[in-house]
């Protein structure tokens, strides 16, 4: 017995605080029993019967219950199902002197988590409650991730978009202010950060799920056809046209437009698009009366319109319209508080399409993510993840499972792979024309724009532009 004891408090002592029922009609097993679990850190309740239990259970919810099967009255099993049908969470383990693999089966049926012959061990009942814990811990570690995935939809997710920075806070700020007025949105940002998910959050706050949502990108639509597909067209207005077919606002009525690239858009049709913002109708291509139309316009671009508009490329007057609230969409490394939240967003969406469950990143993996700069934005890291799990065989999404060296900012590339050299008075000269040749590309050869941009005087980069031999593109350079 005194072996006994030893590894039971061996075991014991590991036990988290607890509480206990003991269920039997022997006074001397319930003592035992009490002895044994209040000194391996238990706090034990006895009853004598099911009923007197079920009535210490009315009052107080207890970790485990310890039932014997044949009681007077009603006996363990019955209890069990008391137990089962009244929502107690308490994990129910029987005991029984009369121990048959049938009555074993039963008890589990009814709602039993274990079940233990008598005679027992003392360290047989800790053992139970030991994995009876694990259990209990598992389970509980289960509803805490359920929970933050539900926090996730919720308090981090909103119209679609999850973000717990604070930068997309205030972004998810705007959408909520603007989204109740009519207002004509400007999208900016780079490709990949999620500007149709804004537009498509601003139509549901404001227009709701019912109303239309029509999304075109300027630039996927041939020329030719542009005219037709905004406005749509009659029968015979053109070779082919043998019905009639309504254009892109005609569809979108009552609803929203979002007209994605807006910046590729040509100018003939942008002059058409401002008459419809500003007059509210639209004429069908071989039509003599226009529609009225009630359409919300979003755009979005990943371009700088105003340089556009510089350029010539892009109506002033329609940038003014468009330009009515303006939503900036910040690249992915500006706030890297989203990666690992948007992460197990995506993990969790796509293991679930897939028909995989409880997936998770692991410690290792999320630290390549987070090194990562993400030159793709939000759909690099969908892509990433959703190749990731097709990989992973298991629960666990591991670095090797991400796309090769997704986690390197090509910080170990070679000094001479960059420059072609490791002298610093070559390099220096290979980088200061790099500069110059890219400042006088965005500028569209403007010298003075570009000089301004270099930070450095007209004559100055005149010089320069005669040492690297960068003005022998005439058509370029003025």
């Avoid at 597909?229 to 082919?240: C, K, S």
């Avoid at 979002?258 to 639209?282: A, C, N």
């Avoid at 910040?330 to 992460?343: I, K, M, N």
């Amino acid at each position: 017995m005194s072996e006994q004891n030893g590894d039971a408090e061996s075991i014991g002592r590991t036990a988290k605080q607890a509480d206990i029922l003991v269920v039997d009609d022997e006074a001397n097993m319930r003592r035992m029993l009490d002895a044994l679990l209040t000194r391996n850190g238990y706090a034990v309740e006895q009853a004598a019967n099911a009923t007197e239990a079920l009535e210490l259970l009315a009052r107080h919810e207890f970790d485990y219950i310890l039932s014997d099967v044949r009681m007077p009255g009603m006996d363990g099993l019955e209890l069990v199902t008391r137990i089962a049908e009244s929502g107690s969470r308490a994990t129910v383990i029987v005991m029984s002197a009369y121990g048959t693999a049938d009555l074993a089966i039963e008890s589990m049926k009814r709602g039993a988590y274990d079940y233990i012959s008598k005679p027992f061990r003392l360290d047989e009942v800790l053992l139970v409650l030991r994995k009876a814990q694990e259990r209990e811990r598992l389970r509980q570690e289960n509803r805490r991730l359920k929970e933050e995935l539900q926090a996730l939809d919720s308090e981090s997710s909103f119209a679609g978009m999850v973000g717990v920075s604070e930068t997309m806070q205030e972004i998810f700020q705007m959408m909520t202010k603007v989204a109740q007025f009519g207002a004509t949105v400007l999208i900016t940002g780079e490709s990949g950060t999620g500007k149709e998910l804004v537009a498509r959050g601003i139509h549901r706050l404001g227009k709701g799920e019912e109303a239309p949502f029509v999304a075109v990108n300027c630039g996927g639509v041939p020329a030719d056809l542009l005219e037709s597909e905004f406005f749509g067209y009659v029968r015979g207005a053109f070779t082919g046209a043998d019905r009639e077919k309504k254009g892109l606002f005609e569809s979108a009525d009552r609803g929203t437009l979002f007209l994605d690239e807006i910046g590729e858009m040509p100018l003939d049709l942008q002059v058409k698009l401002l008459r419809v913002l500003q007059e509210g109708e639209v004429r069908r291509v071989g039509a003599v009366q226009p529609r009225k139309v009630y359409v919300r316009v979003l755009a979005a671009t990943n371009r700088d319109l105003t340089e556009l508009v510089r350029q010539g490329r892009f109506r002033q007057d329609l940038f003014y319209r468009l330009n009515v609230f303006t939503i900036h969409i910040p690249p992915l490394r500006e706030h890297p508080a989203d990666v690992l939240p948007l992460a197990a967003f995506f993990v969790k969406r796509l293991a679930r399409s897939m028909g995989k469950q409880d997936m998770f990143l692991s410690p290792t993996a999320q630290s390549q993510l987070l090194a990562h700069n993400w030159p793709g934005n939000v759909r690099e890291l969908r892509g990433a993840l959703e190749r990731a799990i097709i990989l992973s065989e298991g629960r666990a999404i591991l670095p090797d499972h991400l796309p090769p060296h997704p986690g390197t900012r090509n910080q170990v590339r070679r000094v001479e792979d960059l420059l072609g050299t490791f002298s610093l008075k070559e390099a220096k000269k290979v980088m200061e024309k790099r500069l110059i040749s890219r400042a006088l590309e965005h500028c569209g050869g403007n010298k003075s724009r570009a000089a301004e941009l270099l930070e450095l005087s007209y004559p100055a980069l005149l010089g320069k532009i005669k040492l690297y031999g960068l003005g022998s593109d005439r058509k370029k350079i003025h």
